[in-house]
Structure formats: structure tokens, C-alpha cells
């Protein structure tokens, strides 16, 4: 591996890495861009430290397997993607989320290095990572019993004026069309005019 350039890391990274990231601080005008990729392009400060985060991983990997920068491909990247998915002790057990993740900070860094003129190519910008969409809904379905009971919560005993306007909306999806149907009418009667009364 090449020797760590001699560049001072931004206060706002410091102690984020136990180690200096060898891959990509191989020399001044690499360390200089990689450095500028978290400060200058990223001003949220949860996302520039997830992102060197995986760089911090991604620069661990490449160590162990004695590649530097330049040597880095995208069956490199690709690999390194699919060990982060992988269940100890043969990955990092990574959920799905959490890989893509770290696969977009890759390919982004990488971009920010192409265009730095630090490398010739993005090695992770045909990498694909895993497929993961969240099919199942968190907003609760209840029944007609469950509805009413409800609806109940929080009624005085005094009378109330007619209509559903004074009852208090229930976050569940149950019977769509009839709710829709009554915040049309809820609309309609905001904006009509009002009838003009005949005076005689």
C-alpha cells in the first residue's frame, strides 16, 4: 500500500476513523478531494458522517485484500457490497437499507474523484445493490366494531348538532370511498355560496 498523504483531516471528521483511510489519502491532491467531498459537497451533518463511514469501511476492505486506488474495479466494488449484506463472521450483517446506503456513497465518491481528476472511471457506477422494497403498510386496518368503539372516545353526554362534523377522525383506512365521499361534501359546502334569502 502507498504511504498516507500528509494533509491535516477537517475538524468536522475528526475521530470518526481509528485509522487514516490508506486507500484514498495515497497522495496530497487525492486526500485534498476526498477530504473536500464530505465538507463541500455535504453540509448535513448525518449524512457526511454515514458516508465516510463507508468510506471508512470501504478503505478497511481494500487494506486487507492489499489494494490500493487505482487498483480498485467495479467486481471489487461488488464484492465489497455483497460482503456488507453478509451475516458474521463472513460480512458485516448489514441490513438491505443500510448496504444501498453505503453503495451510493461509494458510487457518489467516486464521481467526486472522476471529476477531480484523482481517477479515470467510477468503479462502483455499474454496481447494483440489493433489491429491497417495504411492501406491507404500518397504517392499521380495523373493522366495523373497532370503528364505532372509536368514534366513542372522547363524546360529552350534551346533545350536539347533526352531521359528522364534530366526530373526530379516525387514522385507519376503513371504507375509503363513503370517507371520500364525505370530505367532497365537507368541500363543496365550504366553497358554495351561500342561498340568498327572499325578502318580501
Given at each position: ?12 471528521l ?34 457526511r ?16 485484500g ?7 474495479k467495479?467486481?471489487h ?13 463472513e460480512?458485516?450483517g ?12 461509494l ?42 368503539a ?5 363524546r ?29 361534501r ?15
Amino acid at each position: 500500500m502507498d504511504e498516507v498523504a500528509a494533509i491535516s483531516q477537517p475538524r468536522v471528521l475528526a475521530g470518526l476513523a481509528p485509522k487514516p483511510l490508506a486507500v484514498f489519502l495515497w497522495d496530497e491532491s487525492a486526500a485534498e478531494r476526498f477530504f473536500g467531498f464530505f465538507t463541500a459537497n455535504h453540509q448535513n451533518k448525518n449524512t457526511r458522517w454515514a458516508y465516510f463511514k463507508a468510506a471508512c469501511r470501504f478503505s478497511d476492505w481494500c487494506e486487507g485484500g492489499g489494494r490500493n486506488l487505482a487498483e480498485v474495479k467495479p467486481p471489487h466494488v461488488a464484492a465489497h457490497v455483497e460482503w456488507l449484506g453478509k451475516v458474521d463472521p463472513e460480512g458485516q450483517g448489514l441490513s438491505k437499507p443500510t448496504v444501498k446506503q453505503h453503495r451510493a456513497a461509494l458510487r457518489m465518491l467516486f464521481d467526486w474523484l472522476v471529476v477531480g481528476h484523482v481517477l479515470d472511471t467510477n468503479p462502483a457506477h455499474a454496481v447494483r445493490g440489493p433489491k429491497y422494497s417495504q411492501k406491507k403498510g404500518k397504517t392499521p386496518v380495523l373493522d366495523r366494531g373497532e370503528v364505532r368503539a372509536r368514534t366513542r372516545i372522547g363524546r360529552s353526554r350534551r346533545r350536539r348538532p347533526r352531521g359528522n362534523g364534530n366526530r373526530r377522525h379516525v387514522p385507519a383506512v376503513h371504507e375509503t370511498s363513503q370517507y371520500l365521499r364525505w370530505q367532497a361534501r365537507k368541500m363543496i359546502a365550504a366553497i358554495r355560496p351561500p342561498r340568498p334569502r327572499c325578502t318580501g
